[in-house]
């Protein structure tokens, strides 16, 4: 798969969820069915079927049909595969409410991006997505640590976003006034102190990344030689020394704007993680829309797509939480093509006024996705977690694009 088909399938198996998880029945009739690589298809058929003789005992009729339908729908499924796919399938079905009493049916099928490891079934008013939405995550993490004399705070980087998990006042003395022997004592006390701090750090640090799965390294920063010490002297566990990046960064700050300092000092070293690849196409954009002709740069959807069809566009930038569909609009006397909000509000046609209806519609992301990869286009999906995708989203209507060449 290309790098575009990766991320393409990975954002659709994103807003199916996001659309799966929103639905909720008006019984206990939406069906889930979570099916692992080594069941057959002909013994969940088996199964399925004797669930559906089960439901003929529902007292409620409605519930009774719906159910049944959906158990038939989901056979009709399983019947296009011979096998179940690799890490297993996941199969949505039910009817959910529309306006007044109506219902419809929906039915998602899944090929989820991990393993799934029991066959699990399970009839109720919601959809059971749970074992789906860890899958959702960027396991990929970095720990973050920013220390000096007076505080330390422990965070993590997954994805695109930066946690604080612990924020520490050391209680230190910074300075004193006592000459002869006192100073003697006091110094040796503010080392005690210091040392004692140190200490509750790294066993706060091991207590939360010893045995974390993924995590990628530790980013060890701070404003001064606190930073060093703190590694150099081994008050960090012997493994999580080992995953320390070096060398370690410089910051100005040491409390949670301080790890936002940590993860910019070390963009460099934090290649493949969201963020980073983020920013850089972001920071390129905003270099190139900063030139006195906007130089190789073009933002807002109708310069986005007159570029991306001419095929000029080098690295089309689009934010993840963009919520728009491509429609076919007929009215009978023309058809026109539009980027709608909502495709099932009424939408007069552009042409003349007269009321249209939607002859076809889809998701505006794959909208791009398709035309990008007639043209060779690396489609970038900005996170709306992130600042990036949060000025994306604002400040450009959620998509911009990075030109291999500007149009006359």
Known sequence: MSDNSLDRARYDFKK????????????????????????????????????????????????????TSAIDSIMSRLKTYKTVPDKGLVIFCGEVPRAGDQTRMVQYSLEPPEDI?????????????EPLESMLIDKKSYGLITIDRKEATIGILTGSRIMVLKHFDSLVPSKHHQ??????????????????????????????????????????GGPGSTKDFFVKEDYLHHELRKKVVTPYF?????????????????????????????KEYMQKLFKEIRKADGGLSAYGENDVRRTLEAGAVDILLVSD???????????????????????????????CGAQTRIAAQEDLIDNFFETADNFNTHVQLISGDSEEGDMLLKAFGGMAAILRYRLG
């Open 16 to 67: 199916a969820m996001q659309e799966i998880t929103a639905y909720k029945g008006r019984g206990t009739e939406l069906i889930s069915v979570y099916v692992p690589s080594s069941k057959l298809i002909s013994d969940v058929m088996a199964y399925l079927r004797e669930e559906q003789s089960q439901a003929t005992n529902i007292k409620s009729k409605t519930t009774m049909k719906n159910v």
């Open 117 to 129: 490891p029991t066959f699990y079934y399970r009839c109720d008013s919601s959809f059971f997505t």
């Open 179 to 220: 000459g002869g022997q006192s100073s003697v004592r006091f110094e040796r006390l503010i080392e005690i102190a210091a040392h004692e701090f140190y200490k509750k750090v790294a066993d706060h640090a091991t207590e939360i990344f010893l045995n974390k799965e993924d995590l990628q390294g530790i980013l060890v």
């Open 250 to 278: 410089d910051t100005g700050y040491t409390d949670e704007s301080g790890l936002r300092e940590l993860v910019d000092a070390a963009k460099d070293t934090l290649v493949g993680i969201q963020l980073t690849v983020e």
């Open 321 to 351: 939480t963009l919520k728009k569909y491509r429609v076919t609009l007929e009215c009978g006397a023309h058809t026109t093509v539009a980027t709608v909000d909502d495709p099932e509000a009424k939408i007069p046609c552009p042409e």
